[in-house]
């Protein structure tokens, strides 16, 4: 077996992850067993253990390990969920679901980065993950509902499609708010009813749909904190 040269990165960013507040240790677990590195462009993979958004190409980003972990933390993840991501992107977030769930439903808008990120997933052993390329504002209403789901790109709303896919006594994290900057925001059904807490300020590229933002305006770069957060006291 090929030894893997990242092995000591990935403890420090772990490392890093304590310091900055995560606490969950199963979170802190995988994020030091996944191989982030092969989910990133090979010239810059020198770079996947830094605490930051990279770019993955087609203008789309993987997020900063401290915000996958946040909302990884926040989706309260205890192994047999059902979730639904919107998002793939790189598909690294959807590994660390993967590792912590049941199964893990993750619809891309971009074919390229879909066929990309199913392709590692698929090499990197991952048998209960399904993604398709598709419009996720609309969210999966076959799979429906989800015991989770996830939002990796920014939202000026929460649609009414996604909530109704989230199962009774289920989570939601997803950042909401301008296009260029949001707050993430957990959400959780409870009889029905929203409850919902912000986590901290952010900067995610924008989602683009039917109930997302409208093509042709994309910021310029994404998945990481916003000016001046720290992601806590909100
Ligand atoms: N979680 C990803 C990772 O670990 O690499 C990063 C996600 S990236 C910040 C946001 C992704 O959302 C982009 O790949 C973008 O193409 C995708 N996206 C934008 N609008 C979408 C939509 N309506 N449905 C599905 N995916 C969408």
Redesign the pocket.
């Known amino acids: 077996m090929t030894e893997d040269p990242f092995v000591e990165e990935r403890r420090r960013m772990v490392e890093e992850l304590r310091r900055l507040g995560v606490r969950d240790e199963r979170v802190l677990r995988v994020m030091e067993e996944v191989p982030r590195h092969l989910?990133v462009p090979e010239h810059i993979q020198h770079l996947a253990y830094e605490d930051t958004?990279l770019p993955?190409g087609?203008?789309?980003?993987?997020?900063q390990p401290y915000i996958?972990a946040l909302m990884t933390e926040a989706l309260s993840l205890r192994g047999g969920e059902k979730v639904l991501?919107?998002?793939?992107?790189?598909?690294?977030?959807?590994?660390?679901l993967a590792e912590l769930a049941g199964e893990v439903f993750s619809?891309?808008?971009?074919p390229a980065?879909a066929e990309e990120?199913r392709r590692r997933l698929a090499l990197l052993g991952y048998g209960n993950v399904k993604v398709r390329v598709?419009?996720?504002?609309?969210g999966w209403p076959e799979e429906a509902p989800f015991d989770r789901i996830?939002v990796?790109?920014g939202l000026p709303d929460l649609p009414d499609t996604i909530w109704a896919q989230l199962a009774e006594g289920g989570r939601l994290v997803a950042p909401i708010g301008g296009r260029y900057d949001q707050y993430l925001w957990v959400y959780v059904k409870e009889g029905g009813r929203r409850r919902r807490r912000a986590l901290c300020p952010c900067t995610?590229?924008?989602?683009?749909?039917?109930?997302?933002?409208p093509e042709d305006r994309g910021g310029p770069f994404?998945?990481g904190l916003g000016p001046g957060g720290d992601g806590r006291d909100v």
């Open positions: 989910f958004p993955i087609q203008g789309q980003t993987i997020s996958v991501e919107i998002g793939t992107g790189s598909g690294y977030q959807t590994a660390i619809i891309e808008r971009i980065l990120a598709g419009d996720g504002t609309l996830i990796t790109g995610f590229v924008p989602i683009i749909g039917a109930r997302g933002w994404a998945g």
